[in-house]
């Protein structure tokens, strides 16, 4: 029996294409494709090296097109995850020790403590404040700013 390259070729393809059903990856069909391009250049009588190259190409020019294109199409909309220190800011706390400027205080995020700075005056024990920044270990918080609401007169008489 005698074997041929564009043969061997197929076969790769049989058992890339294999893998790409049982992994959970979208990676081993663009290595199909290649074997599947070198089959072809191997059935026209091509050398070896020109189906090596084409092969190379082939997989390697589909695997990043296709991470380009599903990039594009699939996360446009997502956000980035911020996380750790960086989820902080922006977030609530509640004050257990008193913020005075200069010497700062604790406030509990997330169920840890901090140390932190009160930024536009003091602030009092049990209070609400929003972490500005983070510098280092310490975190630089604010009084949420006032609300708008405005309060219901009783009517009198009634």
Partial sequence: ?????????????????????????FVMLWFCVGALVASLSA??????????????????ALFT???????????????????????????EAVVTESLV????????INGELWSARPLGGPVAEGERVIVEQVEGLKLWVRRPSA???????????R
Avoid: C, Y
Avoid at 9 to 17: E, F, K, N, P, Y
Avoid at 101 to 108: D, F, N, Y
């Fill in 1 to 25: 029996m005698d074997i041929h390259a564009w043969q061997l070729w197929i076969l790769a393809a049989i058992i890339a294409g294999s893998l790409e059903m049982a992994l959970p990856g």
């Fill in 43 to 60: 059935a026209l009588g091509l050398d070896i090296n020109v189906q090596l190259a084409l092969f190379t190409l082939v997989s390697v």
């Fill in 65 to 91: 097109a296709s991470r380009t294109l599903f990039k594009k199409a699939f996360m446009r909309n997502a956000s980035t995850v911020k996380t750790g220190v960086e989820a902080m800011v922006g977030q």
């Fill in 101 to 108: 400027e200069g010497h700062g205080g604790t406030v509990r």
């Fill in 147 to 157: 609300s708008l609401e405005v309060p219901l007169k009783k009517k009198e008489g």
